[in-house]
């Protein structure tokens, strides 16, 4: 079974996954970036600069709700996020992504609801550097050597 986990620093969430207690579990996650550069008119290819999104997740109401919501009425800045997800393997359940950000801020979250449900939110976080790890999985369901990428969106380096 996959799983995702956010761990917010001051923030404490409802996940009781070993490992990850007092986590936030989150039902999905997206992330992206652009590059501004435009190959038709220059041949340095990043002179543009890039745009790395922030990255947003939706997860179900919990006791992290009200905090989520003080924090980005506030502008709290935290020292650091990490995203994890994980997956079951031959070894139990392994990371095969975590992303670390450090001076997060909660750029937005939005709540909704419907008859019957829990209620769902979605959060956007907003950071000024990351570093992203990736663990291949091998053939014998063992975990490989993580494949590591860090950016400092401020400085563009």
Known sequence: MATIH?????IEGDSEAANYEGQIDCS????GASQAANMHVSTGGAAGGSNVMDISITKDMDKASPNLMKYCCHGTVMPTA????TKSGGEGTMEWLKVTMTNVLISSISSSGQEGSM???SVS???????MEFWPQSD???QEAAIEAEY???TQT
Not at 28 to 31: D, I, L, N, Q, T
Not at 82 to 85: D, K, S, T
Not at 125 to 131: A, D, G, M, P, Q
């Open 6 to 10: 956010l761990k917010l620093e001051g």
């Open 152 to 154: 400092n969106i401020r």
């Open 125 to 131: 976080l907003n950071f000024s550097e990351y570093k």
């Open 119 to 121: 209620g769902m939110e």
């Open 140 to 142: 014998t369901a063992t």
């Open 28 to 31: 999905s996650w997206s992330w």
């Open 82 to 85: 990490i995203l994890v997800c």
